[in-house]
């Protein structure tokens, strides 16, 4: 009980980081009908930048933080006005093509800057955690990868929600064409839409490697973020919010337990199996739109 109960809560942990992602997944889909295939290594650029500034400029803290924020901003306004809105009209396959050849870019930036070393960030938590009773264990990392991401979630709902700007995202959204009507200044809220994204991206990418360590291969957690936010539902940010902590629970659960009794890493294709379950059965995910087209 005591081991499951581990499990559970590692596995929320690492899930509010994918259900992070996955967020910035679900923004660019909903304002721009862009699958972005470059999210992951937006995500794990972000931790690089963190490296580079609490590491190798050794800057305070929350310079550090400030400057990967800032940074990560303005990598998603320059990704969406020079990369994106000249393909506005054009083929959704060629902007889909587009950012695939954007991952590849970023991954040999990060490989040709800081080499193919799994680098580490110093120990920004003390050994142990808190004791939950005489059961649990909640780690110090886990604990701040809980208040982060919900802080985070929390804030994006209220902006989103509740702002002017959050209700000309969700305008834009809709539908474009009745957001220029009622003089939405669209092109603006794409931007904003990429800049949240990246921003939200690269927060999840040092909370992950601030543990597991700055990797390009980190990346592909981007894939477990895209099934999160598929079987969540693409239109959907609560869908993703739900499906990244149950995505996260179920690898702990295949890892601690299905992957000792079959020696092989189940756990690290789990998350493609659901998604080829739901791809067959609901392609549309949890909670996303169902489309009915007459043919």
């Known amino acids: ?57 050794n800057l305070p803290l929350p310079i550090a933080i400030l400057m ?14 020079m990369l994106i809105r000249p393909t506005i009209g054009q083929p959704i396959l060629s902007t ?15 490989i040709l800057i800081w080499g193919q070393d799994l680098l580490s960030l ?18 110090y990392p886990h ?40 003089g939405i200044n669209v092109t603006r809220i794409l931007a904003m839409s990429w800049a949240i994204a990246a921003l939200i991206g690269g927060a999840a990418g040092v909370l992950l490697t601030s543990v597991t360590g700055i990797h390009y291969g980190a990346v592909e957690v981007g894939f477990k973020a ?13 869908g993703v919010i739900i499906m990244g902590p149950v995505l996260g629970i179920i ?10 009794l079959l020696g092989g890493s189940i756990s690290e294709v789990a998350s493609f199996i ?4 739901f791809m067959v059965f609901r392609p549309h995910g949890i909670l996303g739109w169902k489309t009915i087209e007459r043919v």
Do not use: W
């Not at 889909?96 to 990060?110: F, H, K, P, Q």
């Open 251 to 260: 690898e702990t659960m295949v890892a601690g337990y299905i992957d000792p």
């Open 274 to 277: 659901i998604l080829l379950i």
């Open 96 to 110: 889909v093509i587009l950012t695939l050849a954007l991952g590849g870019v970023l991954r040999s930036l990060m």
């Open 226 to 238: 895209m099934t999160v936010t598929l079987v969540g539902g693409m239109e959907s940010l609560a």
């Open 143 to 182: 604990i701040f990868f809980f208040a982060v991401s919900i802080v985070l979630i929390v804030l994006l709902g209220i902006y989103y929600s509740y702002t002017r700007g959050g209700l000309a995202m969700r305008v834009t959204a809709d539908d474009i064409v009745v957001a220029r009507l009622l």
């Open 1 to 57: 009980m005591n081991e499951a109960l581990n499990f559970l809560i590692t596995g929320m942990a690492n899930g509010f980081i994918y259900s992070m992602i996955a967020i910035g997944f679900t923004l660019i889909i909903k304002c721009s009908r862009v699958f972005n295939f470059a999210q992951g290594e937006i995500t794990i650029l972000g931790a690089y930048i963190f490296y580079a500034a609490i590491v190798q400029f």
């Open 122 to 139: 110093p120990p920004f938590f003390p050994k142990g955690g808190v004791h939950l009773g005489q059961v649990v264990t909640l780690s």
């Open 68 to 81: 990967t924020a800032v940074a990560a901003v303005f990598l998603g306004i320059m990704i969406e006005r």
